[in-house]
């Protein structure tokens, strides 16, 4: 089976430097471009419709700019973003953002193809996180900051994981606790058989699924034996669907 499309969104006020993207995407079939935006706030509404899986996008843009597009945004629902700008000061607060990478206009192929090269690799990590190390033991306990305090933490206690920027959200035992790790990173040395991506931004220990609620559109609702209701989104419930048996 070939690995889904990576679908982008394009996110610029000037049509020639949309125009310009979408040339350099050309080369690059695994990519479908499933909308353009002029402005940060029709990008706003398209991102909701949409949920792209890649963001490029301008900073300098009429209104709202690039980076308080971002702060609209809640970090489970975050794209991978690349920026494609004409000034390079903001490099760093753009990589401050966790975007993937930063390219400067007029746009090289060859950088483009570069920056393509990372989007995959992260690309990678969310559709099959487990395949760069399939015999190494899985992660067995997790250690995170309370206080001045370090609490392990059993991975089998985990009841689900959300995505907050570079960090991670653990719930666990009824308390949530923030630790400094991207999801794709942390879910490369869990248990698979234990841990299921159900969004882009959200894992889910298997063991606590109480009961599963389809929705319209092929997404679903995922219920926790804590009454906790979890969105999964169509990308994933093909997966969702082997592991849990649905129909």
Request: proline share 4%; with cysteine.
């Amino acid at each position: 089976m070939s690995a889904p499309a990576i679908r982008a969104l394009l996110v610029d006020d000037e049509v020639l430097a949309r125009l310009a993207l979408r040339q350099a995407l050309a080369a690059h079939a695994d990519v479908e471009i499933v909308g353009e935006c002029g402005h940060a706030d029709e990008a706003l509404q398209a991102l909701a419709a949409l949920a792209p899986d890649l963001l490029f996008l301008d900073i300098r843009m009429p209104g709202m700019d690039g980076f308080k597009l971002l702060h609209q945004l809640k970090p489970q629902a975050l794209p991978m973003v690349v920026f494609a700008t004409a000034y390079g000061q903001h490099a760093l607060r753009a990589f401050d953002a966790s975007a993937l990478d930063y390219l400067l206009k007029p746009i090289d192929q060859a950088r483009f193809d570069q920056a393509m090269a990372r989007v995959r690799r992260h690309w990678q990590g969310f559709q099959s996180p487990a395949a760069t190390a399939p015999h190494a033991a899985h992660l067995q306990r997790v250690s995170v900051r309370v206080g001045e305090h370090i609490r392990v933490i059993a991975t089998e206690r985990i009841d689900w994981i959300r995505a907050e920027g570079n960090y991670v959200e653990i719930h666990a035992d009824g308390a949530s606790h923030l630790h400094r790790e991207t999801l794709s990173h942390l879910l490369s040395a869990l248990d698979p058989a234990r841990f299921l991506r159900i969004h882009r931004g959200t894992v889910v220990n298997v063991e606590r699924i109480r009961e599963v609620h389809p929705l319209f559109n092929g997404n679903a609702e995922i219920v926790l034996r804590d009454g906790t209701r979890l969105d999964l989104s169509r990308r994933f419930r093909a997966g969702a669907r082997s592991v849990l048996g649905l129909p």
